[in-house]
């Protein structure tokens, strides 16, 4: 390593990575219990006794005593939308950290490159034509296109750019968005307007286990390897120049975080649709805990993002109960307060 880079390696200090295991131990922890509390939230009580006995049940550790109904409220209705949201927050919180990375931009979000745009209009395209079993396949679709069509726009004048990247995905998503308006204000009508405003906000409540396991299939599949980049996304801090001198493929690095971090996204998206918030500010969270060093930034923020979104889905299910809100309502009033008080702390340092 070059001595410039070792003096602007992003680092945390010893005790703040020191404390990293500690806070990942914590944070998992609090993800399990976390989950089993919010099983138990609705209308029909149910103790955490009783969630528990339904999940090693249906894993084959052991019988149940639960009624039918009980056990159907727990591992059919309560339990997969709650794993769901837990793999949603994940998902965000790692392409949040990926793309704050990538471009250096610290307002950057796993939306950045149209995404959202993207997948809205498809999604409302097949609520509209009444398809709406095809909800998700529209959604990650519309999303990758909205990536094609930002890294294209990116490239056309030249080598992929941060600065480039952020203004193409600004144009997609504007873009996406007019498509999307236009759209509803020319075919929706009645009810359609409701479920259309409900996605658009994001909402987990349709998740089941094909919703559960499509976003935890991709955290694993998707996520996991991004864990192993850590060098190379805090390469990127110094610049592209230094990054080169480290070793890192700049031009061929980013293309792929770019693209790995939109597929994850993207499959989010398509389950849950656009969440605000959570891929923005649990990226700046975690960083207060442990510094910058991407190996502890990473997981750190897949947990948090999960306990986050978990909590985030159970207010909006429970505050207004039996109304449901958008959980990317409760995430906006939680997260944009957050992040004020994250920018203004910057400001006075």
Do not use: K
Request: include cysteine.
């Amino acid at each position: 390593m070059t001595a410039v880079a070792a003096r602007n390696r992003p680092r945390a200090t010893g005790r703040r990575i020191g404390a990293a295991p500690g806070i990942g131990a914590v944070l998992g922890a609090a993800l399990v219990g976390s989950v089993t509390v919010a099983v138990t939230f609705g209308a029909a009580g149910i103790s955490a006794y009783e969630v528990w006995a339904s999940i090693l049940a249906h894993v084959g550790v052991g019988g149940t005593e639960l009624s039918p109904l009980r056990d159907g409220i727990v591992w059919e209705l309560r339990f997969p939308r709650v794993l769901t949201s837990a793999a949603v927050g994940a998902g965000l919180g790692l392409s949040g950290v990926v793309m704050q990375a990538v471009t250096r931009n610290a307002l950057a979000d796993p939306y950045l490159l149209g995404l959202s745009s993207g997948a809205s209009l498809g999604a409302v395209a097949v609520i509209l034509l009444g398809a709406t079993m095809l909800l998700p396949v529209a959604a990650f679709l519309g999303a990758m296109l909205a990536l094609a069509a930002t890294l294209g726009l990116a490239s056309i004048a030249g080598a992929l750019t941060p600065s480039r990247t952020v203004l193409a995905g600004v144009a997609v998503s504007a873009i996406g968005s007019a498509g999307t308006s236009f759209v509803i204000f020319w075919t929706a009508t009645g009810d359609s307007y409701r479920e259309i405003l409900g996605w658009l906000l994001g909402s987990l409540s349709g998740a089941r286990w094909p919703h559960a396991a499509l976003a935890i299939g991709a955290v694993v599949v998707v996520g996991v390897p991004m864990l192993l980049m850590s060098r190379r996304l805090d390469a990127f801090a110094f610049g592209d120049t230094i990054a080169a001198s480290l070793g890192v493929g700049v031009g061929a690095t980013r293309w792929g975080l770019l693209c790995v971090s939109a597929l994850l996204t993207g499959a989010m998206v398509s389950v849950s649709g656009a969440i605000g918030f959570v891929g923005l500010v649990v990226p700046h969270a975690v960083r207060l805990l442990v510094g910058s060093s991407h190996r502890a930034v990473l997981p750190l923020s897949a947990l948090t993002g999960a306990l986050v979104l978990v909590w985030s889905d159970t207010l909006a299910r429970s505050l207004f109960d039996p109304r449901e809100l958008p959980v990317g309502i409760v995430t906006a009033l939680l997260g944009a307060p957050f992040f004020a008080w994250v920018l203004s702390r910057r400001s006075t340092a």
